[in-house]
């Protein structure tokens, strides 16, 4: 199998990756029964023999060795030491290597220019270390993974700098990409401005973009409490849970509720998204789908690479008695907006391509099944009417019996674009805060102008899709 490493970029990107290394160790586990270490495991986790001072990788060799000690594919990078000193006093200290982690102590300021030009730089050299480090660890490294937020100094400036550096570096190794995007009504001020700086380098550099916007993840975590609340009554709609098996609480896994963090549960969506886009790196199945093959089958055009996200059941570590939902009924909410992981309308878009990604006990007719029921109800554009992209891992989630992670590249994000460029121009109109961004050397104010022109074209793109009317070929004429 191949081993991806993940980078982990400011507070968000952080403890997100704290969320999906806590839910990756529990998926495995209830998986490997035995306690060894095969090539599942070895996806994302290391061997490592830690009587020695520099750890030495044990290796998967014919996978029915015992596991040692796990190490986390992952490179943890934040300008703050808050929240690494918080991961490295917690209950996974032992799972991140300590030669993987740079911090600073004064942060970027929600600043996107000292992140990307100032510490982008000056961390350069430890920055590569860190990254050929993790991946001369792995025998077929085949993607990175960089979990940042849009909003914030680190996320968005260290975070695109690592990008551009990976890019440089292993031009070959795929970037994926999930950004977080700030709500609308987000208490960091220059927000927009640090996104659409961001964005540049997302449209310009990655492979995959996974936006999520806090906005939607707070809408989910709502009608989880709600479902929580209700004791399972009430509509059916947002019951995220559904098991016949007991789900460990945080309770139950040796976490205390005083030691949950206020973002845990938003934080458990987005980590559950990965978890269910890498299972078929994972697992095996019968329709496996690798990393590769999402980017080929989804993204027909290199800067149309944003794909939205939406996945059921809706993730969360509770312990709720709610009956299963309907196989099919699952299909149905994953093109719910309920669902999605943004708070866009596909419906009203086109849909350029569309990926199904399920676990556990579904059928391959079971899919094709639903894409027949679904389809008349999709807008799919005239050329690719039949661009679905199937996956089919026979691992399920912990405490349920099948999931379905949807992964649509449509038009309709052009509207999310252009509510961002909206309120990036009513304060680039006023020349708002510009100072603090061209006091930073290397920043140069036509940065923001060509940010500002790239997601423009971007949005134009998306629109242009929309608008054009197919080619109906001439008929044929009889001579006369």
């Given at each position: ?341 943004l708070k866009a309308d596909p419906k009203n878009g086109l849909y350029v391509a569309c990926g199904l990604i399920c676990r556990g006990q579904v059928e391959i007719s079971d899919i094709r099944r639903n894409i027949d029921r679904l389809r008349p109800s999709l807008n799919f554009i005239h050329w690719n009417t039949d661009g679905w992209k199937t996956g089919l891992c026979a691992v399920a989630p912990v405490g349920h019996p099948y999931s379905l ?76």
């Open positions: 199998m191949t081993q991806s490493v993940v980078v982990q970029v400011g507070q968000c990107g952080n403890q997100i990756g704290c969320r999906f290394w806590d839910l990756a160790l529990r998926e495995h586990a209830a998986h490997n029964k035995k306690g060894l270490f095969d090539e599942s495991l070895g996806s994302f986790f290391r061997n490592v023999d830690s009587r020695y001072a520099n750890p030495r990788d044990l290796g998967v060799r014919d996978g029915r060795s015992k596991i040692s000690s796990l190490k986390a594919r992952a490179v943890l990078v934040d300008m703050e030491e808050g929240v690494v000193n918080e991961l490295l006093s917690g209950s996974l200290r032992d799972v991140f290597d300590h030669q993987q982690l740079l911090t600073d102590v004064s942060g970027c300021g929600n600043n996107w220019a000292v992140g990307h030009k100032l510490y982008g730089s000056q961390y350069k050299e430890q920055l590569t270390e860190a990254i050929r480090r993790a991946a001369e660890y792995c025998d077929c490294l085949q993607c990175f993974f960089i979990i940042h937020s849009m909003g914030g100094g680190t996320g968005s400036g260290v975070g695109t700098a690592i990008l551009n550096l990976l890019e440089d570096t292993y031009p070959d190794v795929y970037r994926f990409v999930t950004a977080v995007y700030p709500s609308a009504d987000d208490d960091v001020v220059t927000s927009p401005y640090n996104s659409v700086l961001a964005m540049k380098q997302l449209t310009d550099h990655a492979d995959c973009v996974l936006p999520v916007e806090n906005q939607a993840l707070i809408d989910i975590c709502s009608k989880i409490s709600a479902a929580q609340s209700s004791g399972g009554g009430g509509k059916r709609t947002y019951h995220p849970i559904t098991t016949t098996k007991k789900v460990p609480t945080r309770s139950q896994r040796g976490t205390s509720s005083k030691d949950e963090k206020p973002f845990d549960a938003m934080n458990d969506i987005v980590a559950s998204l990965l978890l269910n886009l890498t299972s078929s790196s994972r697992f095996d199945g019968s329709l496996n789908v690798d990393l590769n093959e999402i980017c080929t089958n989804l993204v027909p055009f290199p800067r149309l690479h944003y794909l939205v996200s939406s996945q059921t059941p809706l993730y969360a570590l509770s312990d709720l008695r709610i009956p299963p939902r309907r196989l099919d009924q699952m299909f149905s909410d994953a093109f719910s907006r309920d669902y999605q992981l992670l949807t992964l649509a590249n449509n038009t309709c994000l052009r509207h999310n674009f252009g509510e961002l460029k909206d309120r990036f121009v009513k304060l680039y109109r006023r020349k708002a805060h510009i100072h603090h961004y061209t006091s930073v050397d290397g920043m140069e104010p036509e940065i923001f102008s060509e940010s500002l022109e790239s997601l423009t074209h971007l949005i134009e793109e998306y629109h242009q899709l929309e608008t054009k009317i197919p080619e109906i070929p001439p008929r044929l004429e009889i001579a006369r």
